[in-house]
């Protein structure tokens, strides 16, 4: 069955985290996406990390369901390559630093000039202007600049912390699909392209007004000095593991005083009402972690489920990989790959009843495609022959084949 975006051309000059995780949900869902490469200098996320053979997990789960297409962009030639692979494309995006697409000739205008309806998508660090606009940019940068890292260390005078993963990076990632999604459904209504840009800070700051920003969302009534919510202490120790527990609810904080064996905490006067419970969180949940040391995680989670009250254990992540919930739910899915072996990545967590999407092909190889992809664009072999002799164009496929028959 073919994916909702069957047919759609991306041509995708992004690196690292942000733009591939983006392009790769659009390819899970059935977009054709041409991963644009330097010859030198290949998307650094190839390198970085954990890996097998000649691939990182990083690239391997950023990058499934595209091909690879290998060029020098300084080089004239290379920019015309480009050129001619993106005049039919539905989609361009790009993620270098502010200035960088100028200088090689293949920004806004450029691709425009040659594919007039093209959506051509710049993802930044802090935005086109500004201050901090021209500065190098990665994921912790971003969690500091934005508050994340204040929200996350608990307090605004205590010290700061960085969400263990790459939150600010993979938001983006989520956040330019969606915008791609919006700017192919205008482009169908009126034939219009148009430049769509997206920030790593505007994607984070807008992620956090949701839920952390109260204090700022009344002009002139801001609050000094602030703390996070409590609802991220919720991890409780019992003596055999840890588990979060969630009574949020009047009912469910009254289910919890029963589980817990404290049915007297219903009628403390700290504790009757919502506003009450959160002014007194500190002590609240003390007492409700002291309570839960005396026992098993095993008694507390049968007692808490049966009054009704949120909770579940808190897994590793081998632990999770092997949950019935995930297994029975098919969250994860396993595929050969021809170089790195046999692999685990998680299904596209949206499915779709009449086009579900398909794995297609595993993350491909530096310049895997590339001949394919020029000939397919109009190139006649003498000239890709000619651009490959002169290290404008890689093609990953033939040195593959090379080594393949070494060995």
């Not at 956090?208 to 000095?225: A, I, K, N, R, Y």
Request: glycine share 6%; aromatic share 6%.
């Amino acid at each position: 069955m073919a994916g909702p975006l069957k047919g759609i051309k991306i041509v995708d000059l992004t690196t690292v985290i942000s733009g591939p995780s983006a392009t790769m949900l659009l390819a899970d869902q059935g977009a054709d996406v041409i991963k644009v490469e330097s010859i030198t200098a290949p998307d650094h996320a190839r390198g970085a990390g954990y890996g097998s053979q000649t691939f990182t997990t990083v690239f391997l789960n950023n990058n499934r369901n595209k091909q690879a297409l290998a060029l020098d962009l300084k080089k004239p030639e290379g920019r015309q390559a480009l050129l001619a692979v993106a005049k039919d494309a539905d989609v361009v995006i790009q993620n270098f630093r502010p200035g960088v697409v100028e200088r090689l000739g293949v920004a806004y205008d450029d691709v425009v000039a040659v594919n007039p309806e093209v959506i051509y998508v710049s993802i930044s660090g802090f935005g086109e202007t500004g201050p901090l606009s021209h500065k190098p940019v990665y994921d912790p940068i971003i969690q500091a600049v934005s508050g994340l890292a204040t929200i996350q260390g608990g307090s605004d005078e205590l010290r700061p912390r960085l969400v263990r993963t790459i939150l600010p990076d993979k938001l983006t990632g989520l956040v330019t699909a969606q915008a791609i999604s919006s700017a192919l459904v205008h482009k169908a209504r009126s034939a219009e392209g148009q430049h769509v840009r997206v920030s790593m800070l505007d994607a984070v700051v807008n992620f956090l007004w949701s839920s952390d920003m109260g204090s700022q969302t009344f002009v002139d009534h801001e609050v000094s000095q602030q703390r996070a919510a409590t609802f991220i202490d919720l991890i409780y120790e019992t003596q055999t593991r840890y588990i979060s527990v969630s009574a949020m609810a009047n009912k469910q904080w009254l289910g919890l005083c029963d589980a817990v064996g404290h049915p007297e905490w219903k009628a403390d006067e700290r504790f009757t009402t919502p506003a009450l419970r959160d002014r007194n969180a500190d002590v609240r949940l003390q007492m409700t972690q002291d309570a839960l040391l005396t026992d098993t995680a095993e008694h507390w989670l049968e007692r808490l489920e049966a009054a009704g009250v949120p909770c579940a254990p808190v897994l590793t992540r081998n632990e999770m990989i092997q949950h019935p919930q995930v297994s029975e739910n098919q969250l994860l899915f396993e595929i050969e790959h021809p170089v790195a072996g046999k692999i685990r990545q998680a299904r596209p967590a949206a499915r779709f009843s009449r086009s579900s999407p398909e794995q297609r092909m595993p993350a491909p190889r530096h310049g895997e495609h590339t001949r394919a992809l020029l000939k397919a664009s109009g190139l006649s072999d003498s000239q890709i022959e000619s651009l490959i002799e002169q290290g404008i164009a890689y093609d990953g496929a033939r040195d593959l084949s090379s080594l393949q028959d070494q060995s």
